[in-house]
């Protein structure tokens, strides 16, 4: 079982270039309703990139009444995979939980397209969702192969499309350059019956990759190079997670893309910049098949980069692939599941990709934002506790052995009204090797010979004695506590300038702690050349630390806060009752900067 700690606060709606745009159309009532939809292609885990697309459209649909499709892209067989498909269900789903639960829904039917006759001729249309919903059930763009044959058939009739012979190579030689106009094909004149036929033998297997393709029939010398007859469909021998065997023909984006916003009723298709040039197709595919209106229309914002981190499913597979990090979900990687891993609330993951701001100017935004953004959550909602990393002893020389002291340590100072539990101090504690210093700098206010220091929740103990063994090495330090320093006692009101924490030797428990740090030592790795030789060599570490005995059967999705220390989670994969292993989520302030 897992418990999520993922309060939501209900933050203003931003806005932006592109809330401006569907409110003009909502003033204008354009449209009966808004449809936004998330299209991620299943070719790879969703990362923190995607959280700002999904807060974009399902926020949309959200703070105007209408629907927003999770749809996945899955029109290339190769590179999909339905442990990607079930993944992104997965983090969409913990990504908006909390946020718009009473909006989740399902789409209608889970089949192909249904038709309809407007006009005296058949129209494909995706059973919609209930108004008001955001379907989390995905849509699957393959669902809609049938229908998207069926259009680019149409498209033959219409003599807007043509079965091309010409090899990759030679499509691509003959569509010229940005600069150079690109060539005629010598099947572009092809005869609209032969089209018909070969386009059928492909569908049927005829052919090898690679063989024909199908062009669309638009400008070879258009100054825009994506309307210069683009590829629709190519010939693929390749079973598909959905559709087996079916297909040994696939459509491309451009093609599958728009005419699946249009089965879906979706309104407003919003993707990021690198698809601004792509529009001006999206647009042709449509008005050439003249399909009944209202049209759905392209409307693009710049992409997330973020600093220290990858935003691109290909690069994060190669971190994958040459096992630089241990899977998708390695609490390092920037995915939703890396994060989710990693102790990082949804709550706080939306907070900072639903505030990120939409523009058209591609920028880099600082890690330190969205760090920002996780202690921020963390601060409200996790449970403090007292935990050692790197512990060193004390013996507390006036407690008797078995003796224990209960002290009232609070949870949540954030919280309105915060509860208390105990901690039980004893004579052996341990506390931070870091909290002591045998020789102290100047201003050391810690522990130190002589030297006095609070014990947070419990009281002020003076250090008598430092004991070594043979080798000159430190084994224990041996104090006196005055417990009249405790709250409640005479001496309460006694001042030292050091608090630091601790834990009870005999009630504590020790936890492997993997202590992440950023995994790139440059801001920006995908300027690199070579990303792979920017990993932060010490992005993990793992310690045994010594935690307070209440963290011991600590549950995932639990984050906590070590006082003085940061934020940790038990790992979710191999975290086990009295022998939990804990992921430093983040510390409490940003040492990088250092
Ligand atoms: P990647 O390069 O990581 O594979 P992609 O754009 O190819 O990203 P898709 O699965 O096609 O990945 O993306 C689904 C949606 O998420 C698209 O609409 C895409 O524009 C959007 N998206 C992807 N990356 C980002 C990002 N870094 N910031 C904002 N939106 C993004
Ligand atoms: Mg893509």
Not at 57 to 64: K, M, P, R, T, V
Not at 95 to 111: E, P, R, T, V
Not at 503 to 525: G, I, K, Q, W
């Amino acid at each position: 079982m897992t418990v999520e700690n993922n309060a939501a606060p209900a933050p203003a709606a931003p806005t932006d270039f592109i809330r401006d745009i569907v409110a003009g159309h909502i003033a204008e009532k354009r449209y009966a309703g808004i449809v936004t939809r998330f299209p991620p292609e299943p070719n790879g885990y969703l990362h923190i990139g995607h959280a700002k697309s999904i807060c974009l459209n399902f926020g949309i649909a959200l703070e105007n009444g209408g629907r927003c499709n999770l749809r996945m892209d899955d029109t290339n067989p190769t590179k999909e995979d339905v442990e990607y498909v079930d993944s992104i269900i997965a983090d969409v789903r913990w990504l908006i939980s909390g946020w718009a639960d009473a909006h989740l829904g399902f789409k209608a039917k889970s089949a192909t397209t249904e038709t309809r006759t407007i006009d005296g001729r058949t129209d494909y249309y995706a059973a919609p969702a209930a108004p008001g919903t955001l379907a989390v059930e995905p849509f699957f763009a393959s669902d809609y192969f049938d229908a998207l044959h069926a259009c680019a058939v149409e498209l033959i009739k219409r003599g807007k499309a043509y079965v091309c012979d010409l090899s990759p190579a030679d499509t691509d030689a003959y569509r010229g350059s940005p600069d150079t106009p690109g060539k005629d094909s010598p099947f572009r004149t092809r005869s609209i019956e032969e089209s018909l036929a070969l386009f059928e033998r492909m569908r049927a297997g005829e052919f090898p990759n690679g063989a024909r393709s199908l062009r669309a029939k638009i400008d070879m010398a258009s100054s825009n190079i994506w309307l210069r007859d683009p590829l629709l469909y190519r010939i693929r021998h390749a079973d598909h997670h959905q559709t087996g065997v079916k297909w040994r023909i696939y459509p491309l984006y451009d093609f599958a893309h728009c005419l699946s916003d249009y089965f879906e009723g979706i309104t407003h298709s919003i993707c990021t910049l690198e698809f601004v040039d792509h529009r001006a197709l999206y647009d042709w595919i449509l008005e050439a098949l003249d399909l009944p209106r209202p049209l759905p229309h392209q409307y693009e914002f710049a992409k997330l980069n973020l600093g220290y981190t990858l935003v691109s499913k290909r690069k994060l597979l190669q971190l994958v692939q040459e096992r630089i990090v241990s899977g998708w979900d390695d609490p390092r990687m920037p995915t939703l599941s890396g994060l989710r891993r990693r102790g990082v609330p949804a709550a706080a993951v939306r907070d900072f990709a639903y505030h990120i701001g939409i523009t058209k100017f591609d920028s880099l935004t600082d890690v330190a934002v969205f760090e920002h953004a996780i202690r921020e959550n963390l601060n409200a909602t996790a449970q403090r506790r007292l935990g050692v990393l790197h512990p060193i002893k004390i013996v507390l020389t006036n407690l008797a052995p078995g003796e224990v002291i209960e002290c009232d340590a609070t949870n949540n100072p954030q919280d309105e009204n915060p509860t208390t539990r105990k901690v039980a101090l004893t004579r052996e504690v341990f506390i931070e090797s870091d909290d002591f210093a045998e020789v102290p700098p100047p201003k050391y206010f810690r522990l130190k010979p002589g030297g006095e220091v609070r014990l947070k929740y419990a009281c002020i103990i003076k250090l008598d004695e430092i004991v070594k063994d043979a080798s000159g090495a430190i084994t224990e330090l041996r104090c006196t506590a005055d417990l009249t320093t405790r709250p409640g006692g005479a001496n309460v009101e006694k001042k030292v300038k050091g608090t630091i924490h601790w834990v009870s030797a005999s009630h504590c428990v020790d936890a492997e702690v993997r202590l992440y740090d950023r995994l790139f030592t440059v801001p920006e790795p995908v300027a690199q050349e070579d990303f792979t030789k920017f990993i932060n060599p010490r992005s993990l570490e793992v310690i045994t630390a010594k935690l307070e005995a209440s963290l011991g059967d600590a549950l995932p999705g639990q984050v906590f806060q070590l006082e003085r220390t940061g934020y940790f989670t038990p790992d979710a994969k191999n975290s086990r009752p009295g022998k939990p292993v804990f992921n430093r989520t983040i510390t409490l302030k940003d040492t990088w900067a250092k």
